[in-house]
């Protein structure tokens, strides 16, 4: 049979496995499908029985759902329809099977869920981030001109006050006033426009080791784990570099400060079928930046990509914001959790060939 028709299935989101009604045998699968699993990647250039890689409970449901849908020549959906796959992964979908009677085809459709619910998520994060920022641009703003003001009337007061118990609290005042205008200036100046060109994602990973000092740290175990398989990116190496490298430094202070033995962990793989602002991207670079540091306080989960929201003392909490403002420029996202005792900060790419769509991400 000529599956040549079904290509236009391959731009949804839905997983859709086309079956030979006489049979069972599996005719097509779309790029959804095949990402999530329903057959394996080692078994997936000779098509076979999808039921010899689901567990027991869910064939014999969906097989019965095959015979009423082929009996009545109909569509029957069912909702949270709860299947595991030969890896052992759960997954809960919207299933809809139908019979087409002339082509004697039938059809399966999933819907993940727990995709849905990620939808929702990226774009509420991505929304609520959007206006934190906008307002601390704002006050941002405002705070400046009195700044000026305070470190003007600590200096006037400096010259006429030279006793010693005055000059060490006026500098006090005057150096607070250079480090809050610092931040402000930061947050303040615009991004300078990104310069885009193709970059070979793990020399650039090499760069950040290298000006974040961390290979000279020989108490620092440093572990990578590079994916050869992915292409080169489409961004502004400089850029990317600099969003990289805060992540890492954040990452170096917080496992050199709290652990005997300090772990620094670099993975890169490829990722299929995850959301970004609302939209699923078929195929990612996924950068995972790992830690054995303390983990961040679940106080600051919600806002910790924040302008001014920082887990450490000293910390100006501009370095994680600047760092998602770049990665968006990318088209990408960042995350974090907290797994096996170690902090994994995540960034996501998507993987293009379309220059506009990298640009306007």
């Not at 000026?148 to 500098?171: E, V």
């Not at 740290?217 to 502004?236: A, F, M, V, W």
């Amino acid at each position: 049979m000529n599956t040549q028709e079904f290509e236009a299935l391959n731009g949804l989101n839905t997983e859709v496995i086309i079956l030979d009604a006489k049979d069972l045998s599996v005719i097509w699968l779309n790029d959804s499908a095949k990402a999530a699993n329903w057959i394996p990647e080692s078994s997936a250039h000779e098509l076979k029985d999808i039921f010899s890689f689901i567990d027991d409970e869910a064939e014999n449901q969906i097989k019965e759902i095959l015979l009423q849908a082929k009996k009545n020549a109909s569509a029957i959906t069912r909702r949270d329809f709860i299947i595991s796959d030969s890896t052992g992964q759960v997954r809960t979908l919207d299933l809809t099977i139908s019979y087409a009677d002339k082509k004697n085809l039938i059809y399966i459709e999933a819907l993940s869920t727990e995709n849905l619910n990620k939808i929702i998520d990226s774009t509420r994060s991505f929304s609520t981030q959007k206006i934190a920022a906008g307002l601390a641009r704002t006050l941002a703003h405002e705070v400046k001109n009195p700044l000026s003001g305070i470190k003007g009337s600590a200096q006037i007061l400096k010259s006429k006050y030279s006793d010693d118990f005055s000059k060490k609290f006026l500098k006090i005042i005057e150096d607070e006033t250079d480090r809050l205008n610092e931040i402000v200036t930061k947050i303040l100046t615009p991004a300078k426009k990104p310069s885009f060109a193709y970059f070979n994602l793990h020399e650039t990973l090499q760069r950040v080791l290298a000006l974040t000092n961390a290979e000279a740290n020989d108490n620092l175990n440093i572990e990578r784990d590079y994916d050869p398989s992915i292409p080169e990116i489409y961004g502004d190496k400089n850029l990317f570099i600099q969003a990289v490298i805060n992540i890492v430094r954040n990452a170096l202070q917080a496992c050199s400060d709290f652990s005997e033995t300090p772990q620094l962990g670099i993975k890169t793989h490829i990722t299929y079928r995850q959301p970004i602002n609302g939209n699923i991207h078929a195929t990612l670079a996924e950068i995972e930046i790992s830690d054995n540091g303390p983990g961040i306080d679940s106080e600051l989960h919600d806002q910790i990509f924040f302008p001014m929201v920082s887990s450490k003392e000293s910390g100006s909490g501009i370095g994680l914001s600047i760092a998602q403002d770049i990665i968006r420029i990318h088209g990408g996202a960042i995350s974090f959790d907290r797994k096996n005792n170690q902090t994994i900060f995540s960034i996501l790419i998507p993987i293009s060939n379309n220059i506009q769509k990298a640009q306007s991400a």
